[in-house]
């Protein structure tokens, strides 16, 4: 039987999961102290301008695709048949990865932040080029993943294989795009337009496809069951290779960019709809008959209802891109409702029921309790549904409000809005929305704290002998 190696699994998942509860504490201070009782802790290093960064930080790179990456490290071996290629290449991944993206994150506080959306990470700390050490980092992991898919056991390729295949090449254009080019584009709306491109695709050729990759392998494996179809796998994979580039520029919908550049980003976010219905087609085909497991079982629960959101995310998206859709939602907090859907409500569930699936299996030990788990969805599920649903409605309230001020067919009849209109009310109308936005958001991070008390318990605690050969069986 191979002996895979899964050191550097442990390596990646065993930090992100204590920087998510991190991570999602700041978010709760950030909503909190930016939005409920304004500047209540007043202070250079912890105004809203400054945590903000490090929340989103936090959660993405040091939580979500540190989590992604060891899941990958634990996938691409037992779907391969052969151990990582190399051990030593992991050690310095792992080193470089964390190092850099941890001090770049808690500088942040001190004004390091290089200013662009999801590249916030300062590009030199004293004589450390962070950027470049997280870029080179990405290249190492996706050497290692390459070279050990080289020498494959097994001939046959998985889809999850593609999708890693795919986002290892992907992410390193997008990072480097986002990250390490952009200083060389023109200043103005050029730079946000890259910019843009980076944001989405960091979205749609990072955590997307790593996402799918983990569910692709996780539904069936826990569920026991064969995946629906490949071919539709298929499909679907090289449809999102074709059209997630595109569609950044829907960022900038109705903002000074050429016509045909939004018609482009509209029309290919309408298309994101395939690779959509054929992986939700494909999980939910998979679960037939299976459904009675939802019940019982952590990790299909979090991947299904995972699958849930994606579907939802997917049908949001598309339509906020529709102009007249998105003249109400864009720029209000529906985005950062549907931002949340996406990389908490359908990423952090995949990543999180691999991880259920994944962390006993390595230390051969069932999960230490059933109970907390079961705590732990729900309190994931209520609270992530008020913390959208919170921002979905007072955004489009929002949105309708703003939308108010160009009515009327001339510039004289705007102006006039505008000036009767107090933009300081729009803003103070919130408050109720943002109040139980932070309401979902504790219950969020509640039932994150119990995630990382199982995890700890579950590989610290001494397993008894008839629990451990239940976790080998
Ligand atoms: C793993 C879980 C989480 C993920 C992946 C996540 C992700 C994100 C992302 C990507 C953004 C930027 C949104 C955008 O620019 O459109 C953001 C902003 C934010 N998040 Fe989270 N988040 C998580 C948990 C939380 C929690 C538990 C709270 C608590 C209330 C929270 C509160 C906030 C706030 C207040 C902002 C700033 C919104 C604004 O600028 O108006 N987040 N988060």
């Not at 450390?128 to 050990?148: C, D, H, Q, R, Y």
């Not at 995946?227 to 059209?243: D, E, P, Q, R």
């Not at 008959?289 to 939802?312: D, E, I, K």
């Not at 569930?349 to 069932?366: E, L, N, S």
Request: hydrophobic letters at 50%; proline letters at 4%; charged letters at 10%.
């Amino acid at each position: 039987m191979t002996e895979y190696n899964d050191k550097p699994v442990k390596w990646m998942l065993y930090p992100s999961i204590i920087f998510m509860v991190i991570g999602m504490l700041v978010g709760v201070f950030a909503s909190v102290n930016g939005f409920i009782l304004p500047d209540y802790f007043a202070g250079e290093y912890i105004h809203f301008g400054r945590i903000r960064p490090v929340h989103v930080s936090h959660v993405t790179l040091l939580w979500l695709l540190a989590a992604d990456m060891g899941l990958i490290y634990y996938i691409v071996q037992r779907l391969t048949g052969v151990p990582l290629w190399s051990h030593k290449l992991a050690i310095v991944t792992t080193i470089g990865y964390w190092g850099s993206v941890t001090l770049g994150t808690y500088s942040l506080p001190f004004g390091t932040n290089a200013g662009w959306e999801y590249a916030e990470l300062p590009m030199l700390l004293g004589f450390l080029p962070i950027k470049w050490l997280v870029e080179a980092s990405w290249g190492l992991f996706a050497v290692n993943i390459f070279m050990t898919i080289a020498n494959r056991k097994y001939k046959k390729m998985y889809v999850s294989l593609w999708y890693t295949m795919g986002t290892l090449l992907w992410t390193t254009f997008v990072y480097a795009i986002g990250n390490l080019i952009m200083d060389l584009v023109p200043y103005g709306i050029s730079r946000v337009n890259v910019n843009f491109f980076y944001v989405h695709n960091l979205v749609g050729l990072t955590f997307t496809p790593l996402g799918v990759a983990i569910a692709y392998y996780f539904i069936p494996k826990t569920a026991n069951t064969p995946l629906y179809s490949h071919k539709l796998s298929m499909i679907g994979f090289w449809s999102i290779a074709f059209v997630y580039a595109w569609i950044g520029a829907h960022h900038m919908m109705h903002g000074p960019i050429s016509q045909w550049l939004q018609t482009v980003a509209v029309v290919f976010s309408v298309w994101l709809w395939i690779p959509v219905w054929t992986v939700v087609t494909n999980f939910f085909a998979t679960m037939k008959g299976q459904w009675g497991q939802y019940a019982t079982s952590a990790p299909v629960r979090f991947l299904m209802m995972g699958t849930v959101f994606y579907l939802l995310v997917c049908l949001q998206g598309p339509l906020q891109a529709l102009r007249n859709v998105n003249e109400i939602t864009s720029k209000t907090d529906w985005i950062i409702g549907h931002a949340h859907m996406a990389l908490y409500g359908t990423f952090t569930f995949f990543a999180i029921g691999g991880i259920y699936h994944a962390i006993p299996q390595m230390v051969r030990k069932p999960l230490w309790s059933q109970a907390l788990a079961d705590w732990h969805f729900t309190l994931s599920l209520v609270g992530g549904m008020v913390f959208f649903v919170s921002l979905w409605v007072g955004g489009f309230l929002q949105g309708l409000t703003w939308a108010n001020w160009v009515n009327g067919s001339s510039y004289a009849e705007f102006h006039n809005n505008l000036s009767q209109m107090s933009f300081l009310q729009t803003v103070s109308d919130m408050w109720v929305w943002w109040a139980l936005r932070s309401f979902g958001g504790a219950l969020i991070a509640a039932g994150g704290v119990l995630f990382a008390i199982n995890m700890f318990n579950t590989v610290v605690l001494k397993g008894n002998e008839e629990m451990q050969k239940g976790a080998e069986a």
